[in-house]
């Protein structure tokens, strides 16, 4: 890209919750170089040069992991399964009963699993605006989740990463 750098491009999509997905096409060819590229969000990486039908069975491959993987799929993360289509949540075979609000908050750190989500970006999503710094109704919803969600002695998988937001993660 001429005036702007792919990983940069990948990981602004990335923070902006877009999960469309992305091959990293480029001359980089280090590990390192590869290992960043995946890290900044990308699906797959390939280098140049590279053989067309490599690259098209790459494509495929993530075309066919996006279709399976968003619509009419169960997310998973460790003992923690969501439906979104059937708005179902379980833990460790249990039935969890969410609020529209709590089921939004929980598929947004199952969609970005792993990924320290910042404050102002949850509230983005979920509330669809900012509450500014003197705001708690994020801090109220983490508490209301994670009531439900460890009500059968679970692990917390929600974590709190001080000063900058929370992250779906083994504890």
């Known amino acids: 890209l001429p ?14 919750g877009n999960r469309t997905p992305i ?3 480029t001359a980089r060819d280090a590990v390192e170089d590869r290992v960043d590229g995946l890290e900044a969000g990308g699906d797959d990486y390939l ?3 590279y053989d067309v039908r490599e690259l098209q069975a790459r494509l495929k491959a993530l075309l066919r992991r996006h279709v399976d993987g968003v619509d ?3 997310l998973r993360f ?7 289509d ?9 039935e969890v009963e969410l609020t529209r609000t709590e089921f ?7 969609l970005n699993p792993r990924r320290v989500l910042t404050s102002e970006l949850i509230y983005d999503r979920v509330w669809g605006y900012d509450f500014g710094p003197s705001g ?11 009531r439900k969600l460890e009500a059968g002695n679970e692990r917390r998988l929600i974590q709190t990463v001080h000063g900058v937001g929370y992250a779906l993660r083994e504890p």
Not at 78 to 84: A, G, I, K, N, Y
Not at 86 to 91: K, P, V
Not at 104 to 109: D, G
Not at 136 to 146: E, F, K, P
């Open 72 to 74: 009419g799929r169960v």
């Open 86 to 94: 059937a708005h179902a949540a379980r833990i460790g075979g249990r």
């Open 136 to 146: 708690n109704a994020l801090r109220v919803y983490i508490g209301y989740l994670r």
């Open 78 to 84: 460790e003992e923690l399964e969501l439906d979104p």
């Open 47 to 49: 280098v140049k040069p």
């Open 23 to 25: 091959l990293m096409l």
């Open 3 to 16: 005036d702007i750098d792919g990983m940069r491009v990948c990981k602004t999509l990335r923070d902006a």
């Open 104 to 110: 939004q908050l929980l598929e947004l750190f199952m």
